[in-house]
């Protein structure tokens, strides 16, 4: 089975704070997404990659950077952390860019900053 | 990517079959129907997908209409832990943004 994990399930962190978020995957997949999930708004994609060293940004990457370094670790970076960040996060790998496209979810880091 | 519409919350028996719609009404011919679903606490889980046939696996089925501006996924034995989010996507295969779009989703509860 496909696994993704996530670096923390629960995170506090302070205003201003450098926050890393990891994400690894063990199936060897190119592409790699990081989406938050907030009440009312469903997932909204930050960033995703399709291969080691390339970013796209997705629907709001504001306040947010990324870095893959390794083809199975996707890092969100939050460089000054806001209370508008608190949110839950979501890392998910995908297999290709085929037409048929099934993405593999981790179980999700809760940050909260304060 | 064509928008989906689905209601925000429905009920079903435990047992008895979930019948979960979506409208797509601005579908274009080589977009895919997904759906997923979201169980409290945890992350997103593919169910199906399909074009233009009628797809079943192990967890549902799927039917689209013939004009593909809907369609409806399937549970056939509602359970308690089929208490979930369900999410209906449209997507076209390739391009350079390889992402599905999540909307709100409809909250199904499964009643004992």
């Known amino acids: 089975d496909v696994k993704v994990t996530q670096s923390s399930r629960y995170l506090v962190k302070r205003t201003g704070e450098k926050v890393f978020l990891e994400c690894v995957q063990d199936?060897?997949?190119?592409?790699m997404f990081w989406y938050r999930q907030d009440p009312g708004l469903g997932l909204r994609l930050i960033y995703f990659s399709y291969d080691v060293k390339m970013k796209e940004k997705g629907d709001i990457p504001e306040g947010y950077s990324v870095s893959r370094e390794k083809k199975e670790r996707f890092s969100l970076i939050l460089e000054s952390a806001s209370t508008n960040q608190t949110s839950m996060y979501l890392c998910?790998?995908?297999?290709?860019?085929?037409?048929?496209?099934?993405?593999?979810f981790g179980p999700g880091t809760r940050l909260t900053v304060t | 990517d064509a928008k989906t519409t689905q209601p925000t919350s429905m009920d079903c028996a435990e047992g008895r079959a979930a019948n979960l719609p979506c409208n797509h009404s601005?579908?274009?011919?080589?977009?895919?129907v997904y759906w997923y679903r979201q169980i409290h606490s945890q992350g997103p889980q593919y169910i199906i997908h399909g074009l233009k046939n009628n797809e079943t696996n192990e967890m549902a089925s799927l039917i689209i209409t013939e004009d593909r501006k809907s369609s409806t996924l399937i549970l056939p034995h509602a359970t308690l832990r089929d208490t979930a989010v369900y999410y209906c996507?449209?997507?076209?295969?390739?391009?350079?943004?390889?992402?599905?779009?999540f909307g709100t989703g409809t909250r199904l509860t499964v009643i004992p």
């Open positions: 601005t579908i274009s011919g080589n977009e895919y």
């Open positions: 199936m060897d997949h190119e592409n």
């Open positions: 998910a790998s995908s297999p290709g860019t085929g037409p048929f496209y099934e993405q593999y």
């Open positions: 996507i449209v997507r076209a295969p390739g391009g350079g943004a390889n992402n599905l779009f």
